[in-house]
């Protein structure tokens, strides 16, 4: 049974520093160039973006990857400088920053909240309710990150809640219970999957019959459409040009699906059924084709997408299945770079061991494996892999497919499953207590 969603060769120790420091521009991103389209085909109108934002789950394109660069290729002795740190509350939620604005789902006072602070002091902007405490047996408090488009913050509680919310005042807009108000049942680990916005549509995961993916607009939160059966899972929906059609592609409890994003029509589907419905990992585009991985043994495919009448139809490129998995991510999503993946490996099911892997994605074939590295979780941005682990730590790690090596590590927060969000030389990280934002801007000598 998996721990909690969301999310080789020994170590060298002599040539890691590890610290404790718990108490002490513009360019057009892939995001930009889909949306446009997206906007275009829908008749709709994109919010602008800065290159700098990480406006989601996952960043600016749902990828884990940012543009910065400039950015630290050590840690200094005492670690990371901490620009701020904040006390906050549980939950499993990811960090999201747009426009100078931090925002992220905390649990306190019995109730799921979302926040908004300054991104460059840390100082508290606003605080809004959206529902009463979620408790769950694999951690408490609302497991999707945030999303920030425009104006607006739209956010999915632990019990299925969609809400809409004012970015500069925090005010809830709308909202409404998307699990129970189309039939579904809240998945056994809690809702996980990020909203996701398309034109003026945000889409979501609810699980329910006939509409385990649902949109609905963003004026009102009325229904646009739904589409597929399947349970939720507790992966997050994103928007990918795969097969050559724009389209939403969801990762499912059983199955992958790819939707047409102004009408919810399925153009394919693909069975994917892993054990206790934990497909948790994001889809992934390489080439035009989709990447899907998941953890509990299962393993990793890379589906090429061709036509087939009017929709399509999904084939297998190449597949590495079952104990002898090269890739079986758990709750984290691989990060595709330069033809290459790298990810966390975890074995058995949603056992104790993790290695960090990579491979060469058109083929499948392994390239590297650190193993036993830990449980954890990571972007990447200026070359490098930005590690968040289960112990706490922040772990630099060069994205090289010519094999593992460290460049740096320290403790920097409290146990973690969430991966790093990035803004302006600032990396925001949180636990079950604390929000804390490091700088990891170069520094000049």
Not at 235 to 254: C, E, M, N, T, Y
Not at 375 to 388: E, F, P, R, T
Request: contains cysteine; proline residues 6%.
């Amino acid at each position: 049974m998996p721990t909690r969603p969301s999310p080789g060769v020994a170590r060298h120790p002599s040539l890691v520093r590890r610290h404790d420091i718990r108490r002490g521009s513009h360019s057009i991103t892939t995001f930009g160039l889909v949306f446009g389209l997206a906007a275009g085909l829908l008749g709709l109108r994109p919010a602008p973006l800065l290159a700098a934002d990480w406006p989601g789950f996952l960043g600016p394109d749902r990828n884990g990857i940012s543009g910065e660069t400039g950015l630290m290729d050590s840690f200094p002795a005492t670690g990371p400088k901490v620009a701020w740190r904040v006390t906050a509350g549980v939950g499993m939620s990811g960090v999201s920053i747009a426009d100078g604005r931090v925002v992220t789902m905390v649990e306190a006072n019995g109730q799921q909240q979302v926040w908004a602070m300054q991104l460059a002091t840390g100082k508290p902007l606003w605080r809004s309710t959206v529902a009463g405490a979620y408790r769950n047996g694999m951690g408490n408090g609302a497991r999707a990150t945030p999303t920030i488009a425009g104006d607006s913050v739209l956010v999915l509680t632990g019990e299925g809640m969609l809400a809409s919310l004012s970015v500069k005042t925090g005010v809830v807009r709308w909202s409404r219970n998307v699990v129970k108000g189309l039939g579904g049942q809240v998945a056994d680990y809690g809702m996980a999957g990020s909203p996701l916005v398309v034109g003026e549509t945000v889409v979501v995961h609810t699980g329910a019959p006939g509409a385990a993916v649902a949109a609905f607009k963003l004026n009102d939160g009325s229904k646009a459409w739904t589409a597929a059966d399947a349970p939720a899972g507790y992966s997050s929906p994103v928007l990918l040009k795969a097969g050559g059609r724009l389209q939403v592609v969801s990762f499912l409890g059983d199955k992958a699906v790819g939707l047409d994003p102004g009408k919810g029509t399925i153009f394919w589907k693909y069975p994917y059924v892993t054990d206790y419905d934990c497909n948790i990992a994001t889809p992934l585009l390489h080439k035009g084709q989709v990447f899907l991985s998941s953890g509990e043994n299962h393993g990793s495919v890379m589906l090429d997408l061709k036509k087939s009448g009017t929709g399509l139809v999904a084939q297998v490129a190449w597949e590495s299945q079952g104990p002898g998995s090269v890739m079986r991510n758990e709750w984290q999503t691989s990060i595709l770079l330069d033809g290459f993946l790298y990810g966390m490996d975890n074995v058995g099911g949603a056992g104790p061991i993790t290695h960090l892997g990579c491979i060469e994605a058109a083929t499948g074939k392994l390239a590297w494996k650190e193993k036993r590295f830990g449980k954890g979780n990571l972007i990447a941005a200026d070359g490098k892999l930005w590690i968040s682990t289960l112990k706490g730590e922040l772990v630099l790690v060069a994205a090289s497919p010519k094999g593992f090596r460290e460049l740096a590590r320290a403790e920097v927060i409290g146990p973690t499953r969430q991966a790093p969000a990035l803004s302006g030389g600032k990396l925001i990280l949180r636990d079950d207590s604390e929000i804390v934002c490091l700088e990891v801007k170069k520094v000049a000598p």
